[in-house]
């Protein structure tokens, strides 16, 4: 294990070193460019097949790869190991924002599109398995949002990550995945084992508001975190060690929040839409509906419903009196008594 017992600082952090500073971390740089090919070779092969795939999601996609960059190569990068709320842009942004913008890329439909049918198939099994509703619970995916940042700063486990860059990693792909985990099955672009409906998304958001005030008033007025560490870096320059903690809490609380406020945009959006196809297909329903009583009702074979007739109808005299123009009426013997009376008929009353 590579481990750094009491790492050198780097140099004071400026506004000109905002652009300038990056850091060459290999795993990542790897990883990243991994996921951007197999990303975009997947996409050219759906386009060769005459398969359309949104450009919008490709674009996404690469966001989020992007912001994994951003945040490890880059100045935050540089910083994330010497000062507190550097870390803490790091760690919101791996677990907020990266997973969102992957999850909007749809990679797991993508998979399913460019797979053998014999592997899509048991990938479909496993997803639609008991294991995997039960792993995607609301329940479940709350406290997979939730508990990171509890665990990690609350527990050695952030120093632990401070002072190791195997610890490091492993902690920054949990993050990641367990972001991920929540926006997957909220979002609901890729398949998803269950279909929970998303105002109970909305209330998820809410908590997980709640306990992001909550993790920030406890490193705002708790404790230290890593002292040792920290102190051992013997850092001359920037906040000391109770307002840079303060202002990581700042970032891991109102960061969050503000990271939360695109997901929320997105899945009213989504919410919408869905209640737009949903009003549409019932009122194509009910045309339908009508469209086939209609049929029925001019069927030839269906009996025509008559009017009921009045009263007056039915009487001799009356009848001939009121009777409409143009209609004819035979008037029985019994009414008349002569044959040529019931051969002629009536004459109409307006003559």
């Known amino acids: 294990m590579d481990v750094l017992l009491v790492p050198s600082p780097p140099p004071p952090l400026t506004w ?20 951007g090919m197999a990303y975009g070779l997947g996409v050219r092969r759906l386009r060769r097949r005459g398969v359309a795939w949104p450009t919008g999601r490709s674009w996404w996609f690469l966001t989020g790869l992007g912001s994994i960059l951003l945040v490890t190569v880059s100045v ?40 053998p049918e014999p592997a899509t198939r048991r990938v479909s099994r496993v997803l639609h398995s008991t294991a995997a509703r039960a792993l995607t619970f609301p329940m479940v995916v709350t406290v997979a949002l939730i508990a990171p940042l509890f665990v990690l700063y609350l527990t050695p486990l952030y120093e632990a990550s401070l002072r190791s860059t195997v610890v490091s990693a492993a902690v920054g792909v949990g993050l990641v995945a367990a972001g991920f985990l929540y926006f997957w099955t909220r979002f609901r672009i890729d398949p998803t084992p269950r279909t929970d409906p998303y105002l109970l998304t909305m209330a998820i958001s809410v908590a997980e508001v709640i306990f992001d005030g909550v993790l920030g008033l406890t490193l ?14 013997h850092r001359g320059w920037g906040p000391d060690l109770r307002l840079d903690q303060i202002i990581g809490a700042g970032v891991l609380w109102i960061g969050g929040d503000l990271a939360g406020l695109p997901f929320l945009a997105a899945v009213a959006h989504r919410m919408m ?29 269906t009996p025509v419903p008559t009017q009921p007739r009045l009263w007056w109808e ?5 009848a001939q009196r009121f009777r409409h123009p143009g209609a004819t009426i035979a008037v029985s013997a019994t009414s008349h008594g002569s044959t040529h009376d ?9 003559d």
């Open 16 to 35: 000109g070193r905002l652009l300038t500073m990056w850091t060459p971390n290999l795993g990542v740089l790897v990883v990243v460019a991994t996921l």
């Open 76 to 115: 935050v990068g540089v910083y994330a190991g010497t000062l507190f709320w550097d870390r803490a842009v790091q760690n919101i942004t791996l677990l907020m924002i990266t997973p969102m913008f992957l999850a909007l890329g749809a990679p797991l439909t993508l998979l399913r599109e460019v797979l």
């Open 220 to 233: 705002w007025l708790g404790p230290l975190i890593a002292p040792h560490y920290y102190q051992a870096l």
């Open 273 to 301: 839409r869905e209640d737009q196809r949903h009003a549409a297909a019932i009122d194509a329903e009910l045309d339908a509906h009508d469209a086939s009583a209609g049929a029925a009702a001019t069927s030839p074979t």
């Open 314 to 318: 039915d009487h001799p005299e009356l």
């Open 342 to 350: 019931r051969e002629e008929g009536p004459r109409p009353w307006r």
